[in-house]
């Protein structure tokens, strides 16, 4: 298996526009997790799903920010309008067996907001 | 929620000597308890991961312990490697929660 694949690797945006993350988890890993890491916050969960259902939101920062899991392969995570406090090393992870088991990060995705 | 507290924050090792990482928590119902280690500009990934049943975990050069009534948690590097430099993260998943909550990261330099 490729492991958990992410793109764009990096990405360079002006404030207001929108962007896409993607991420295919490894196949057969029912948990998709995606991170976001600064300096200032560490590492910080956004988001999880299950089955391809959102589980836990609670660390969306806020309404600019969306993800969505159409299927078992794919999940994409969306902010709009960037800002330039977004900007952030953007790491997407799977698991086979939930939050207490080991997690598979992808590469990440390299965002500045200019 | 939980509260994870790890350090050092950064710690300098002559190779071939120890490193510990010490992290504490909150709450005292946490059962799982992972260690990521983070080179520069790569993703982090697990190096070694204890439960609530165990008190100690080793894996080659690499050992956890874990104290549940002081509610702490250390990860032990022997023989330190130059390829050991990197940043280490301990992570919490507690009782009541659905998810991990991570330390602050140990930046560690092992000087050849």
């Known amino acids: 298996d490729a492991g958990v694949i992410q793109s764009p690797r990096h990405e360079v945006t002006e404030m207001g526009q929108e962007v896409t993350l993607r991420c295919k988890p490894i196949?057969?890993?029912?948990?998709l997790f995606w991170y976001r890491q600064t300096m200032m916050r560490g590492l910080e969960l956004l988001i999880y799903?299950?089955?391809?259902?959102?589980?836990?939101d609670s660390g969306m920062p806020e309404d600019r920010f969306s993800a969505k899991m159409p299927n078992a392969s794919f999940s994409t995570l969306k902010i709009q309008p960037s800002e330039p406090r977004d900007s952030a090393v953007y790491f997407c992870?799977?698991?086979?067996?939930?939050?207490?088991?080991?997690?598979?990060f992808g590469p990440g995705t390299r965002l500045t907001v200019t | 929620g939980e509260n994870v507290e790890q350090h050092p924050s950064t710690l300098s090792v002559q190779e071939g000597d120890s490193a510990v990482i010490k992290c504490t928590y909150s709450d005292s119902a946490s059962n799982y308890f992972p260690w990521y280690k983070q080179e520069l500009g790569k993703r982090p990934q697990l190096i070694i991961d204890i439960r609530s049943n165990v008190g100690e975990k080793k894996d080659q050069r690499i050992a956890v312990t874990l104290n549940k009534t002081a509610k702490h948690f250390s990860l032990h590097i022997t023989e330190t490697q130059p390829e050991d430099s990197a940043v280490y993260f301990c992570a919490v998943l507690s009782g009541s929660a659905r998810q991990l909550t991570f330390g602050s990261g140990t930046q560690l330099t092992v000087l050849p």
């Open positions: 196949s057969g890993h029912d948990y």
């Open positions: 799903f299950n089955n391809n259902v959102p589980i836990d």
């Open positions: 992870a799977s698991s086979p067996g939930g939050v207490g088991y080991e997690q598979y």
